[in-house]
């Protein structure tokens, strides 16, 4: 079994920044692509970054100036700084991992998210 915790979110002024943290345990033999997703209130889950396994990034339009997406394979955990955020950037973040795991399949894993506010 493998099991994504998510850390870092919480409130935050617009305008200002957080560092969201993913990392993965358990049954683990190999980490492909890496990603960040939200969803806010109401609305469909969207995709914020993702990162590929040789570093390739790609990002959402309304993210792109603003994010930066990295990963540490050695700790299995992938990162999201965001800064000069916006009240429309408050959602729940969950990271989602393609994961190889010691059964020798892969397939997608999902943290359980956590709570991003932008409010003044």
């Known amino acids: 079994q493998v099991q994504l915790v998510e850390s870092g979110g919480g409130l935050v002024q617009p305008g200002g920044s957080l560092r969201l943290s993913c990392a993965a345990s358990?049954?683990?033999?190999?980490?492909?692509?890496m990603g960040w997703y939200r969803q806010a209130p109401g609305k469909q889950r969207e995709l914020v970054a993702t990162?590929?396994?040789?570093?390739?990034?790609n990002y959402a339009d309304s993210v792109k100036d603003r994010c930066t997406i990295s990963r540490d394979n050695a700790k299995n955990a992938v990162y999201l700084q965001m800064l000069s955020l916006k009240p429309e950037d408050t959602a729940v973040y969950f990271c989602?991992?393609?994961?190889?795991?010691?059964?020798?399949?892969?397939?997608?894993?999902w943290g359980r998210g956590t709570q991003v506010t932008v409010s003044s």
């Open positions: 989602k991992m393609v994961v190889m795991s010691t059964a020798q399949l892969w397939g997608d894993f």
């Open positions: 358990g049954a683990i033999v190999e980490i492909g692509d």
């Open positions: 990162i590929t396994s040789g570093d390739y990034k």
